[in-house]
């Protein structure tokens, strides 16, 4: 399938999760369930003790400073670019498109669907061709397609790199300082602190300042700030979770391709493949209460998550033989 042959915005918005609906059609408790079906770290960095006040105060501009700092220093971020912290990436995606005058936007795809849909909300147009602004998944959700940075043409860039921290050498955050570019960053993903809602605006100045505007004030939580700031200070548990889901990637490879899939592409967060119905494994799947990734737009992809314990990789491998 060609990666510009679906705009995103023409899809519905289909995510990983939803698993109470899964359980709502298939029973079972949260508990019962491996959601396999987000590309999360099942493995998140650990919680560390949080000073009382960040619960009680309004977050203070030393917190604020000290997580911003935190962040330049782990993601290298160059000196000419500006950072905004949100609650979330998916609340900067939105806000983005607002950020300049609409025009056409050229989204390569299939890709992670809400960046059609914050840009058409903002009355862009999309455009395979020439285009004023362009958005870049790296590496690409859900194929891991990693973009070289030489294809970053446009007066407003949007790259994403939501997955980019399993491998910081395919990172384009170095382009950060050009005029009109933002690099997106965040910790649901390689952190697996998706509930924690903290991402980063890593670019132009005068786009940053913007967006900092249409946040608004306190729009980081002070416990966001303060773990979000402890996780981006540990680089040694960053290594050793780099290393550990590399052999998990692995190992997931070897049971999917056991079972007769075939390996499409995905990250070490998680694994594309193809399948002649890749329904009948996602509903069998199910029944056994281990939710998968579908996608609309495909009717030969799946994509699975790791598992979190050994339990569960188990699990995933038992299903997987009576589907082979």
């Known amino acids: 399938m060609s990666l510009d042959a679906v705009p995103p915005h023409h899809l519905p918005a289909d995510h990983g999760g939803g698993l109470d609906a899964a359980r709502r059609r298939f029973g079972g408790a949260r508990a019962d369930w491996i959601d396999l079906s987000t590309g999360i770290n099942p493995v998140p960095f650990p919680l560390p003790d949080l000073p009382a006040d960040c619960w009680t105060a309004l977050p203070d501009q030393g917190a604020q400073d000290g997580l911003l700092a935190a962040a330049r220093r782990f993601w290298q971020v160059p000196d000419g670019a500006a950072i905004v912290a949100a609650p979330g990436t998916s609340a900067l995606i939105a806000q983005l498109p607002g950020t300049v005058a609409a025009g056409r936007v050229r989204i390569p795809g299939p890709t992670y669907n809400e960046h059609g849909r914050a840009f058409a909300a903002h009355g862009w147009t999309e455009s395979s ?58 910790l649901g993903k390689f952190w697996g602190l998706a509930g924690l809602r903290l991402g980063f605006g890593i670019g132009d100045p005068a786009l940053i300042r913007r967006l900092s505007v249409m946040l608004g004030p306190w729009a ?34 070897a049971l999917l391709t056991a079972a007769g899939a075939e390996i499409a592409g995905g990250t070490d967060l998680f694994r594309l493949v193809r399948l002649p119905n890749p329904g009948l494994w996602h509903m069998a799947l199910a029944r056994r209460h281990i939710w998968t990734r579908m996608f609309l737009y495909s009717n030969e992809w799946l994509r699975l998550g790791l598992p979190g314990s050994e339990a569960q990789w188990a699990r995933l491998a038992r299903a997987l033989e009576d589907l082979s």
Do not use: C, M, Y
């Open 220 to 253: 980081v939580s002070g416990p966001a700030l303060a773990l979000g700031t402890a996780a981006l200070r540990d680089e040694d548990w960053a290594a050793k979770a780099r290393a550990r889901l590399a052999r998990d990637a692995a190992r997931l490879d």
């Open 129 to 186: 061709g020439a285009a004023e602004a362009l958005v870049l998944v790296n590496p690409n959700n859900p194929d891991g397609r990693v973009w070289q940075g030489t294809e970053a043409e446009g007066s407003f860039v949007v790259i994403d790199e939501s997955f980019a921290d399993i491998a910081p050498g395919v990172s384009l955050v170095h382009l950060a300082a050009r005029p009109g570019t933002v690099v997106l960053k965040g």
